[in-house]
């Protein structure tokens, strides 16, 4: 192991500058640092790097604050019997919840001792790993993380159509882009392929110039919509049926690509026969879309020579979000949108072993293959538990019941479905562990909290950028700051208890070892080890981008008889109920009549989720979660700005702050998730904000595969609480 080559300069005066990048969200914007007395005291973008060219945002900004944040916790806290929190030192900590641990498995088995990791764990590039290694040594299969309530129909639906080896066309030369409910500006999203969050505004403006076409699909004339060529603006939880009805226009004006599906496809006249029954008029009048639009879209798209569709987390939170990813990766696979022979791939796979990249279909597989859930008949995805499931895995007796839980930097009780069944299953466990750097509204059901380490105190690698950056690139960070308090990396929590636990924590580069603590650096070998590029090398290797090492594409095996499958029975059978159902709503088995209005999942510019508003100058950007109504809707229930609504879904209510927003269409209601805390009444919500998650039923709407519930495009009715203006 070598340690990374130093990115710093010094002033003279005791300020030292060091290089390093964001992990406030998963972007990875390069950012210089400025340390004095061992505190970060000013932070700026980096103008030279060549992928970013100095872009960073509002929250990235704020990480001097958010370190030394009075609301940070520098302790780790232990529960007292009366209900509030005493310090306690992260090694009795982790002694005591090492016995509850051990007392657990003695009596329960492994399967008994859960994790879950968040969107803060997330952005850590080694707190994902440890987390499964942890579970992997226990033999436990009760590994969770918030991938399963986000866009899981990524992981499985690719499975149900064929993997093609060497993936779907880049963004970099991309003449059409389809995006289905994402928005790069806000959230720095985008899926492989789309648009992402490095430098979106003149990476989006380049692409416009060289000629690329934008197509939007999305309730919001969001700030990628205002960017679009053609915006379809439907009614949310529609999707299944505009994408339907745009590849019946591409199937019967032959617009697709005929050589490719004749060698690749073994079901194009199913296809056909699938989508017939969405006819023009249907579609457009169920989806409220202009036929003229959805027909310029198709054919905009299809007529184009690369770029591709893609789906981010609005479609792939309503009802039948399987379907419409299937849909997605249909119209890609009929267009032969994939990257042939000679061909580049965009991203460079430098953080993990390399696999062939051939020009070639490995066949139509079932996508979930893990360990059974004892609810609902769903099994596990791609080495992972499904969230949905694990509020009942605690609360339902029997064997195999989830008894401790621990929480790496996510926040349940805003995030989960179903709020109130999520409060009762954090107050039933019988030990709760959160990791977390604030008194989040979860920690304040846990045993014990314990005070993490943040970004500038870690040394990290892009782990999630690695397969979505739109070059070639690579970087590295060291930590640049000393810890302040005694606080502990999400990884030493699971090394620290695996310890305790006299249980291995097996990883690529081999076992962990369990006689001293390792360092970060240590770990990102074990874990990393076997990367397409060497750590030494990614370490000296920061802010590059390395043409001369892009993946070329290679040719097809010779033997390779495998082919994509575009209609599967499963998927036939799910259009048929798409037509039934008429609504989207009724996917929730509940009449659309009582549900005049869908609410929509939206990020935020200056929170990530739950966490952010804390901090001064983002804070001041709003206290609440504001419900954005479209002004017409306002007027015809006499609703004026900072009025107060109740908002009830087929499961819950929650109260929320109207704001008008004419980038709203008519019958939506566009709200931000993981806002608001643990009161089930929402006295706060001017405060706090209320969590959309109450709205969601784990156990309406379901996807039978990977068990993702609507979390959008909920319907929704709503009643006046309290009108200000009058
Ligand atoms: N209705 C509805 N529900 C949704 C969604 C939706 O759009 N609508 N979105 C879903 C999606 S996409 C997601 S990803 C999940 C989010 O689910 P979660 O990840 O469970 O929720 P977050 O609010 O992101 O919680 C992140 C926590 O990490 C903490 N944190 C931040 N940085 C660090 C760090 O460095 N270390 C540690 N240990 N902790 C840190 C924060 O303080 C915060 O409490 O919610 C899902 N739920
Ligand atoms: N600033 C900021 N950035 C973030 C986050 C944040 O909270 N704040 N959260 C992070 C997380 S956890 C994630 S997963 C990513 C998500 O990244 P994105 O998927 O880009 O998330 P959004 O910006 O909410 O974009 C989703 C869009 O879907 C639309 N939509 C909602 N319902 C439907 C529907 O039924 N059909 C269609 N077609 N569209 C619909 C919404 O109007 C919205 O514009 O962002 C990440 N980045
Ligand atoms: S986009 Fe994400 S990584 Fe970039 S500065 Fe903002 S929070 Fe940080
Ligand atoms: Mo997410």
New binding site residues.
């Given amino acids: 192991m070598m340690k990374g080559v130093s990115f710093v300069t010094s002033d003279g005066n005791g300020t030292a500058t060091h290089q390093t990048f964001c ?2 969200c998963h972007a990875s914007c390069p950012i210089e640092v400025d340390v004095s007395d061992g505190k970060a005291v000013a932070i700026r973008g980096i103008p030279e790097d060549p992928l970013f060219a100095g872009y960073t945002c509002i929250k990235g900004r704020q990480i001097p604050e958010q370190m030394t944040h009075p609301s940070r916790l520098r302790s780790s806290l232990k529960r007292r019997p009366d209900g509030t929190f005493e310090e306690i030192s992260s090694e009795a900590a982790m002694d005591a919840i090492g016995a509850e641990l051990r007392r657990i498995l003695d009596t329960y088995g492994p399967r008994a001792i859960a994790s ?1 990791t ?7 590039s080694l ?1 994902v790993p440890a987390a499964r290694a942890f579970h992997e040594g226990l033999k436990s299969p009760s590994f969770y993380t ?2 399963t ?3 899981p129909a990524k992981t499985t639906a690719p499975f149900r159509v064929g993997i093609w080896e060497a993936g779907y066309h880049n963004f970099s030369d991309a003449d059409v882009l389809l995006a289905i409910g994402y928005n790069p500006m806000v959230s720095s999203f985008g899926p492989v392929g789309g648009l992402q969050g490095t430098n979106p505004y003149v990476v989006l403006r380049d692409a416009k110039k060289r000629g690329m076409k934008l197509i939007v699909i999305d309730p919001r004339r969001t700030e990628l919509a205002t960017q679009a060529d053609i915006h379809l603006a439907p009614k949310p939880g529609e999707d299944p049926t505009l994408m339907a009805g745009i590849l019946k226009i591409v199937l019967e004006e032959g617009l697709y690509d005929h050589e490719f599906c004749d060698t690749w496809v073994d079901d194009l006249d199913s296809l056909f026969t699938a989508v017939a029954p969405f006819d023009l008029e249907y579609v457009s009048n169920r989806c409220d879309v202009p036929a003229d639009d959805i027909v310029a879209a198709a054919r905009m798209f299809a007529t184009a020579r690369r770029g591709t569709s893609g789906t981010g ?1 609005g479609p792939s ?1 309503a009802p039948h979000s399987s379907l419409t990813e299937h849909l997605s990766i249909a119209l890609n696979t009929i267009c032969g949108r994939v990257n042939r022979e000679g061909d580049v791939l965009e991203s460079g796979y430098f953080l993990y072993p390399e696999t062939p990249r051939r020009a070639q279909v490995h066949a139509a597989r079932t996508p979930a293959t893990g360990a059974p859930q004892r609810v609902r008949n769903l099994r596990g995805i791609r080495g992972e538990m499904l969230t949905t499931a694990l509020a009942e895995e605690i609360l339902n007796e029997g064997d195999g019941r989830v008894r401790a839980l621990i ?6 009780v ?4 179903d709020q109130e069944l999520t409060i009762q299953a954090m107050e039933d466990l019988e030990l709760l562990v959160v ?4 008194m ?4 304040e059901f846990a045993d014990y909290v ?1 005070a ?4 500038l105190e870690r040394a990290d690698v892009p782990h999630l950028m690695d397969r979505w950056f739109r070059a070639p690139y690579t970087n590295y960070t060291e930590a640049v700051t000393p810890r302040i308090g005694d606080v502990l990396n ?1 990884w030493e929590v699971f090394w620290e208890l695996a310890r305790r636990l006299g249980s291995p924590l097996p990883f690529p580069g081999g076992e962990a070892p369990m006689d001293e603590r390792p360092t970060d650096d240590d770990m990102l070998d074990l874990v990393y080890a076997g990367s397409r590029m060497p750590l030494d090398e990614v370490r000296r290797q920061r802010m590059k981008v390395h043409p001369d090492k892009a993946m070329v594409v290679q040719p097809a095996d010779p033997g390779c008889t495998a082919k994509f499958t575009v209609a599967p029975d499963d998927i036939v059978a799910e259009m048929k109920t798409v037509i039934d159902e008429v609504d989207g709503a009724t996917a929730l088995g509940v009449d659309p009549s009582i549900y005049p209005f869908r609410l929509v ?2 990020r935020l510019k200056h929170v ?4 952010g508003s804390e901090l001064s100058a983002l804070g001041a950007k709003g206290s609440t979660n504001p419900a954005y109504m479209n002004p017409d809707d306002m007027e015809s229930y006499d609703l004026a700005d900072g009025d107060l609504i109740e908002i009830t879904s087929p499961r819950a209510s929650i109260q929320a702050v109207v704001e008008s927003a004419d980038d709203v269409r008519q019958g939506v209601i566009s709200m ?3 806002w608001g805390g643990s009161s089930l009444t929402d006295e706060k919500v001017r405060d706090v904000g209320s ?3 109450r ?2 039923s784990v156990d309406r709407g379901y996807d039978a595969v990977n068990g993702m519930v609507v ?2 495009a ?1 319907p929704v009715h709503i009643t006046v609480l309290e009108r200000s203006h009058h």
Avoid: K
Wanted: charged share 10%; hydrophobic share 35%; net charge neutral.
């Fill in positions: 992990r406030f879950y968040g969107t803060g764990g997330y952005q850590n707190a918030s991938v309530i986000d866009q987390t939170m929480v790496s930097g996510g926040n349940p805003v995030a989960w479905p990791v977390d750097h604030r989040s509204a979860t920690a314990i993490p380490t943040l970004s999400e999942s939206r990530l989720n739950s966490f931000a998730h993981s969590p959309t998650s709205l969601v979390q959008s909920i």
